[in-house]
């Protein structure tokens, strides 16, 4: 089992940039395909990026892809998700998740989630 706890939330202004952090507690980490999501006001949660165990692959929503930039460090326990050239359409609590199970790029079934991050840009 895996706790996640996501940081680096906000408030930036169009254009702007953050770097979401979101730490692992317990053993394995580097055995767990990583990514985050979000949800936005009155939407469902939406998949945006994903990374391989080894972190030799990313997967990307076509939304962010460009802007966004996903990577980890295994020995830090930790996954990131680099945002750059925000748009106030991307506000949204961001959310990390984890699973042992899936296929690297997996877009549904991740069964540990942290507690998420509040995102806001403003136009």
């Known amino acids: 089992q895996v706790q996640l706890v996501e940081s680096g939330g906000g408030l930036v202004q169009a254009g702007g940039s953050l770097r979401l952090s979101c730490a692992a507690s317990?053993?394995?980490?580097?055995?767990?395909?990583m990514a985050w999501f979000r949800q936005a006001p009155g939407k469902e949660r939406e998949f945006v990026a994903a990374i391989s165990r080894g972190a030799g692959m990313t997967y990307y929503a076509d939304s962010v892809k460009g802007r966004f930039t996903i990577s980890r460090d295994n020995a830090k326990n930790t996954v990131y998700l680099q945002m750059n050239s925000l748009k106030p359409e991307d506000t949204a609590v961001y959310y990390c998740?984890?699973?042992?199970?899936?296929?690297?790029?997996?877009?549904?079934?991740?069964?540990?989630w942290g507690q998420g991050t509040q995102v806001t840009v403003s136009s």
């Open positions: 998740a984890a699973d042992y199970r899936l296929t690297p790029g997996a877009r549904t079934g991740y069964n540990y």
């Open positions: 317990g053993r394995a980490f580097s055995s767990y395909v």
